[in-house]
């Protein structure tokens, strides 16, 4: 049981944990929202934003990995105080990873050099699945900095539309190409923003169910959506 | 007569500190196949104080098992209820059962000394008696048995083996065992304990006094131990209770607030009292 002292120096480490890792989130979701506003729009201006976010949640990342790492080797944190540690750990790559493809979409946006008159036509479930996937990740942070587990016991269920949408689009895309009405270089570059957003969903659900497990000691197994659905 | 002596009935309730009641019901989250140790509805009082309350606990045999709590909340007064060691405490009674092996040690017809030869006790401070090393492990055979001069050496060399401590010791059995560092003199404890080979050892903070590396041989000591006996330990250092122990019980102010799988308890513990100790948010 740690002394009086070393209880504050470990709440003082895990208060510092408790900011970094918000603003980790906040900026990995923000660095979502503009990419995917950026790809909208096919407005090239935005990727430097999303580059430099990118860069900043990677710095931070490593920030809060070294107070975990300095947590764990100092204190020999125990109960909520070693999940909450261990979940930021697990939690700063998934935000990390929203990050990373947050700046692969900024790049797909690059390629279309803002030319692509048929861009809204041609998106089709995209636009959907974007607010969908987005709205996972905001879910998933919100219930991280709440410390809200119940909100995020079922999240799991949420990314089965995403998942859904993502074969829709993947189908409505193929079936464009096939027919001519799509460049195969055009179609290939919505098929990884597609790729993209349904993986953002997959770290949101990640997100919420280590959340359940950091408040509540519970582990939420994963279960395939055929059998969810069967169930 | 001893057991009327021992079974003192329950003091006025003027005893009771108020903030007791504050203690929730115990919870035990563990199922004990093979108990080596049960107390049922275990008291014991120091003249008024009601140190331990009610206790029901089931300390699985081949197991080690962790006794944590705060100072004062009966740690170590439960682990000397178990082999009888309260009976030197004047003003101390017992009720409720403790059984070891099925048998109630506060029976009618146990003869302490046996039950200690069984049940062995190591205290926190290393308390090697002032003779040799041999001397030391010897001492207690000759106490229990009657043995040829070949025999007690074999004794004396198994249980330092046994302990851990042979190699460091074995060319200077005939010196003085106050010589010897601290660790080295609580692992001859344990070989003194051993040599009479008792089925079950109870350790009362045995390496609150050692540095990191004799503790760490100790520890290594109880897992081979824990093989064939039972081990319980009280401990204050909650690292050490996650490291060796299989089950740990977290005791309050003389009650048992709740009792699982270690890992379960340093984990995710049920009960906010043992949430808020193990984390040092109080104690």
Redesign the interface.
């Known amino acids: 049981m740690p002394q009086a002292a070393e209880r504050k120096a470990l709440e003082r480490g895990l208060r510092s944990l408790n900011e970094n890792m918000t603003t980790l989130a906040e900026l990995s979701e923000i660095a979502i929202r503009k990419a995917v506003d950026g790809f909208d729009r096919l407005d090239p201006g935005v990727a430097d934003d999303v580059f430099t976010l990118d860069q900043e949640i990677y710095a931070l990342q490593l920030e809060i990995e070294k107070t975990c790492v300095d947590l764990l080797a100092l204190h020999a944190p125990v109960a909520r105080d070693l999940r909450t540690i261990t979940t930021s750990l697990k939690i700063t790559t998934d935000l990390d990873r929203i990050g990373r493809y947050a700046k692969d979409i900024a790049e797909v946006t690059l390629q279309f050099r803002g030319r692509e008159p048929n861009h809204l036509r041609n998106t089709g479930s995209i636009p959907q699945m974007t607010e969908l996937a987005v709205r996972l990740v905001d879910k998933a942070i919100r219930a991280f900095v709440a410390r809200d587990a119940e909100s995020v016991r079922h999240i799991q269920e949420d990314d089965d539309a995403v998942d859904l949408l993502h074969d829709r689009a993947f189908q409505e895309l193929v079936d464009k190409m096939k027919s001519g009405a799509m460049a195969i270089e055009v179609g290939a570059r919505y098929i990884l923003v597609t790729r993209y957003l349904e993986r953002i969903a997959d770290h949101a659900v990640n997100i919420g169910q280590r959340v359940v497990y950091m408040v509540t000691g519970e582990t939420v197994p994963r279960v395939r959506a055929a059998e969810r659905s069967k169930a | 007569m001893l057991r009327s002596l021992l079974k003192g009935t329950a003091p006025p309730s003027t005893a009771v500190e108020p903030e007791v009641h504050r203690v929730p019901p115990p919870l035990t989250l563990v199922e004990i196949q093979d108990a080596a140790i049960e107390s049922r509805n275990l008291s014991v009082w120091y003249g008024r104080k009601h140190a331990i309350r009610e206790v029901d606990l089931k300390i699985q045999r081949r197991g080690i098992t962790a006794i944590?709590g705060?100072s004062g909340c009966g740690k170590s007064t439960y682990l000397r209820a178990i082999n009888r060691m309260n009976d030197t405490i004047r003003n101390c009674r017992t009720t409720g059962q403790l059984l070891v092996d099925g048998e109630d040690v506060y029976g009618p017809n146990v003869d302490p000394v046996l039950l200690r030869r069984k049940v062995g006790l190591i205290f926190q401070k290393p308390n090697p008696f002032p003779k040799t090393v041999y001397r030391n492990v010897a001492f207690g055979v000759q106490l229990h048995y009657r043995t040829t001069k070949e025999e007690l050496d074999g004794v004396v060399e198994a249980a330092l083996r046994e302990a851990n401590l042979w190699d460091e010791v074995k060319d200077r059995l005939h010196d003085s065992a106050l010589g010897l560092s601290g660790g080295q003199q609580q692992r001859l404890c344990i070989a003194r304990a051993l040599a009479i080979q008792p089925e079950m050892l109870l350790m009362d903070e045995p390496c609150s006094a050692l540095d990191p590396v004799a503790t760490a041989k100790i520890e290594d000591l109880m897992f081979e131990l824990k093989k064939q006996m039972t081990i319980v330990i009280v401990t204050?250092n909650?690292?050490q209770a996650?490291r060796i122990a299989d089950h740990t019980a977290f005791l309050y102010l003389g009650k048992l607030v709740e009792y699982s799988q270690t890992r379960e308890l340093?984990?995710?513990?049920t009960q906010e009292l043992?949430?808020n100790?193990?984390?040092?948010?109080f104690?």
């Open positions: 944590i705060p204050h909650m690292q996650a340093f984990e995710r513990p043992t949430e100790y193990i984390t040092g948010r104690g």
